[in-house]
């Protein structure tokens, strides 16, 4: 097994995770070890190379993930001893994900050696002003390279966390798949205010779930694959997706829209 090389696949819906995730990569870069980023949402997992060490970024949705964080996971091959370490991000508690993950990639045979949970600045509801946020995001990115250098020095754990219950990660996954509920959809799909929107498309490009269409000229619709990660919604420069969930309107992003735009050539 080359521990020289590690492929670290990450989803982020603001861009949190994504610092994390570049801070991490710096740090493995300086210490000699290749680094290959994957987004999750276009990664096909048969395709992971389990000759390097995995990595996986995620930020907490619901004291759990995104489903399509969780499918990729679940899909990924059977090891034999691969060596992994997981990082999420967190506005301020996520439920012990660490738990369970930790169960389904030892039990697929994955080596678990690393997990870490970082605070960065909450992307839905109290939304805090820029000076807050920018402490939180430095501290985070200090806690990054900190786990960072603990993997190379093989001081990093994966500790026996509690597993979080079956019954409350179901209700989690199931709150982030829109269903046909009227109640469910009322209070998760976003509608396009049409009076701000200039149909510009950002929207369109940026779904990690391909869930927004523009027809013939037409404004944006959101579809019912919604996995309410609030890119469309942090990123439109008319900020005309409201999300209801945010306190007074305020919208969070931790880098430019055109970083996920781009995402291929980070
Ligand atoms: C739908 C949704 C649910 C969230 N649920 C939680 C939660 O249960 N616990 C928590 O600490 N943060 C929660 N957050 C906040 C995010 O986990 C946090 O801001 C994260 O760093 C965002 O990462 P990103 O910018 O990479 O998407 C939630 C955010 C969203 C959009």
Not at 32 to 47: A, F
């Amino acid at each position: 097994m080359d521990l020289k090389i590690i492929d670290f696949y990450f989803f982020s819906g603001t861009g949190n995770t994504l610092l994390v995730v570049k801070k991490m990569r710096d740090t493995f870069e300086e210490n000699g070890i290749t680094v290959n980023l994957h987004k999750i949402e276009g990664s096909t997992p048969d395709e992971v190379n389990l000759d390097h060490m995995i990595g996986l970024a995620f930020p907490v949705a619901v004291f759990s993930t995104y489903p399509l964080v969780w499918d990729f996971i679940e899909s990924l091959p059977r090891a034999g001893g691969t060596k992994i370490f997981m990082v999420d991000t967190l506005g301020s508690t996520s439920g012990g994900i660490v738990g369970p993950l930790r169960k389904i990639v030892s039990e697929n045979g994955y080596n678990p050696v690393g997990a870490m949970e970082i605070q960065m600045p909450s992307n839905i509801f109290f939304i805090q002003d820029e000076k807050t946020n920018k402490n939180k995001v430095q501290k985070g990115l200090e806690a990054a390279e900190k786990y960072a250098l603990d993997l190379v020095n093989e001081k990093a754990e994966w500790g026996r966390v509690p597993i979080l219950s079956d019954a409350v990660n179901l209700f989690s996954r199931g709150t982030l798949k829109l269903t046909g509920v009227d109640l469910h959809q009322k209070l998760f799909l976003f509608k396009v205010n049409k009076e701000k929107c200039n149909k510009c498309g950002i929207c369109v490009g940026i779904c990690p779930t391909r869930n927004i269409k523009i027809d013939g000229g037409n404004y944006p619709v959101h579809g019912l694959n919604c996995q309410y990660c609030l890119r469309c919604t942090s990123f439109c420069p008319k900020r005309a997706i409201p999300c209801k969930f945010n306190y007074k309107g305020k919208t969070y992003a931790a880098v430019k829209a055109k970083e996920f735009l781009k995402i291929r050539n980070l």
